[in-house]
């Protein structure tokens, strides 16, 4: 796997520290909501690692309630249509006075993001913010309103600490990039 690598974008110890900050920032800004649940909505499967990492170190009550998204089926390296995956996906009917926080791993195209908020808004929450790992640098997510962002990378595709290719990769605990020999082989 090693041999695949091109190179690394960023160090775990990078994503460590920067996990830290926003922990601390989302902390600070629900530390004041007294009235509902704050629940906390991971994007699977992309975004565990994170999620994994992220919630350790929020000191808040919290409720996790789980949705699944294919948007990156077989071996493709850009997204497609994103659609929910109903048997991964535990949302409760209603999310009246809940305070959520959506969790996902790379904002590439936005269809995610704007997926799941729409059902969401579709459960009453009080409110909705955002939170992503990484944003890639293109028009349509640059523009796109999202409260806590880890990292904005350049406009390429990447693998490790939960995101993959093929379903491979996942378990890297570094953000890479792969050689194209390495992606060409699989679309050949």
């Known amino acids: 796997m090693q041999q695949d690598i091109k190179r690394i974008l960023i160090s775990r110890d990078q994503i460590a520290q920067r996990i830290a900050e926003i922990a601390e920032q989302i902390t600070l800004d629900f530390a004041n909501e007294t009235s509902g649940d704050i629940t906390l ?12 990492d992220l919630i350790r170190l929020l000191p ?7 949705i699944s998204i294919s948007s990156y089926p077989g071996s493709t390296t850009t997204s497609k249509v994103a659609l929910i995956r109903e048997e991964l996906t ?12 959506i969790i996902d791993d790379i904002l590439d195209s936005g269809q995610t993001i704007d997926l799941v908020t729409s059902v969401l808004l579709t459960k009453n929450p009080a409110s909705i913010k955002t939170c992503v790992l990484l944003r890639k640098d293109r028009p349509n997510t640059l523009n796109m309103p999202i409260d806590y962002v880890c990292f904005d990378i350049p406009d390429e595709f990447v693998v490790g600490y939960g995101l993959d290719y093929n379903d491979y990769y996942r378990n890297l605990p570094d953000i890479v990039t792969l050689h194209p020999q390495v992606l060409q082989a699989d679309n050949a």
């Open 41 to 52: 909505v991971p994007i699977l499967t992309g975004s565990i690692i994170f999620v994994a």
């Open 90 to 101: 535990n949302l409760p009917n209603s999310l009246e006075n809940a305070h959520v926080l």
């Open 60 to 66: 808040i009550k919290m409720l996790i309630r789980l």
